[in-house]
């Protein structure tokens, strides 16, 4: 039964991107071009990025991410584009029509051409005359020319191209740049005072894989030390790939300084890129992994518990999370705080009287307007949230997953201070 699903649904995901493909090649090639040359080399181009998109999701799965950079970078700046290509068409559309139908009314549609007339010699036709055609005119007798139509077509194009480069090369710039510091107050009833100001470092969604590597785990270590944090907390989705094909590209983390260590959960990429070794391979970094645990904290006498668990998508590898064994049996007049990939686990941890979720997993969105879409799986976007008594914290993550594209969620590393309330 699980076969025949994941046949469908890759049936039907293959019909949608024929489909959209299909309209970009109708919208920016066939409408733009008269037959010829110039048409069946933008059909061309048409069908290559839609198979280098395609070869981008499949060959570093197959090959691994190293290597496979020459069909990644390609295939995933062109979903991008895709994307803001058919946003722009789609808003443009009915003013297209609209204007296509008002050339009409004005008689400003290409006129049919006129047969040739042939000069008969006798009985025999041996020359012919190409007469001119009559251009179209206007109700004032002005003519408007043959090619009103091409030009408007040429003009939703150049235009629906020119916005998608513009979003597309600014997103780039963005998810390719160092994340930004963003620093989070918030309140905790339980929080012994002797704790107020405790910093915890909160960055998720490095994804190193075919275009991230060593050089972006060393920005993202080297922002996280800048702010000299008292704990740093990586809350999963790491890699695009095993340890033993990326353990080089997440060697800087071992460089990471906090006075009270570093520590992971699992995400759902992680699951996908194996977890266990990954568990490992991070031992070697001093960063520890919480799987379903939790440990004390502590400060000039006081405490607080640090709790996480695995992520969600570790029940199909026998190995989900379980908050009773991470938050079961504690001190009820400690404080909690738990590191959880999703936010969408808050309903749980609000159950189990936690106060502090520290999540990642949406990216903020990662390109507007699939906020929008996230917004249907998660509780929250990010930013700090409040469900029951729980406070829910949500990076936008430091990396990128697909296109090297960020539009509307900059990558960040959060500084999360803890005060009491």
Request: proline share 7%; charged share 20%; glycine share 12%.
């Amino acid at each position: 039964m699980t076969v025949v699903l994941g046949i469908v649904v890759a049936v039907v995901v293959l019909a949608l991107l024929v489909g959209v493909h299909l309209y970009v090649w109708r919208r920016l090639v066939r409408d733009t071009t008269r037959p010829g040359v110039v048409r069946r080399v933008g059909a061309g181009v048409v069908v290559a990025l839609g198979v280098s998109m395609v070869g981008a999701l499949v060959v570093p799965k197959v090959f691994g991410p190293r290597g496979t950079e020459w069909i990644a970078w390609p295939g995933f700046v062109w979903m991008a584009l895709l994307l803001y290509v058919v946003l722009a068409l789609g808003v443009l559309e009915l003013p297209r029509l609209f204007a296509l139908r008002a050339l009409r009314r004005r008689g400003g549609e290409v006129s049919p051409t006129v047969a040739p007339v042939p000069v008969a010699v006798g009985a025999e036709a041996t020359e012919t005359i190409e007469p001119d055609p009559e251009p179209a005119a206007g109700p004032s007798g002005t003519p408007l020319g043959p090619d009103r139509r091409l030009v408007l077509t040429r003009s939703v194009a150049l235009l629906a191209a020119g916005t998608s480069l513009g979003t597309v090369g600014y997103g780039m710039s963005q998810a390719l740049g160092a994340p930004r510091t963003v620093r989070v107050r918030i309140p905790v009833a339980r929080l012994d005072p002797r704790l107020a100001g405790f910093r915890i470092a909160v960055v998720g969604d490095i994804h190193l894989g075919p275009l991230l590597g060593h050089a972006h785990t060393t920005r993202v270590v080297e922002t996280i030390n800048r702010t000299n944090p008292d704990l740093v907390a990586i809350v999963g989705d790491l890699a695009d790939g095993t340890a033993a094909q990326l353990g080089g590209d997440a060697a800087p983390l071992r460089r990471l300084s906090a006075r009270h260590g570093a520590f992971f959960v699992t995400g759902n990429h992680d699951y996908m890129s194996g977890a266990t070794d990954w568990i490992a391979e991070l031992a070697e970094f001093n960063i520890r992994t919480l799987a379903n645990d939790r440990l004390e904290i502590t400060r000039g006498g006081a405490a607080f518990d640090l709790a996480g668990v695995n992520d969600v998508t570790g029940k199909s590898h026998h190995d989900g999370p379980d908050f009773a064994k991470a938050l079961g049996n504690r001190d009820p007049s400690r404080p909690v705080v738990l590191l959880a990939h999703q936010p969408v686990q808050v309903k749980d941890a609000s159950r189990y009287d936690v106060d502090v979720q520290l999540s990642g997993h949406t990216h903020g969105g990662q390109m507007f307007p699939v906020q929008l879409l996230v917004k249907l799986d998660q509780p929250a976007v990010a930013g700090l949230h409040k469900v029951d008594d729980t406070m829910l914290y949500i990076t936008r993550g430091a990396g990128f997953w697909g296109p090297p594209v960020r539009v509307g969620a900059p990558p960040e590393v959060t500084i999360v201070e803890l005060h009491p309330k």
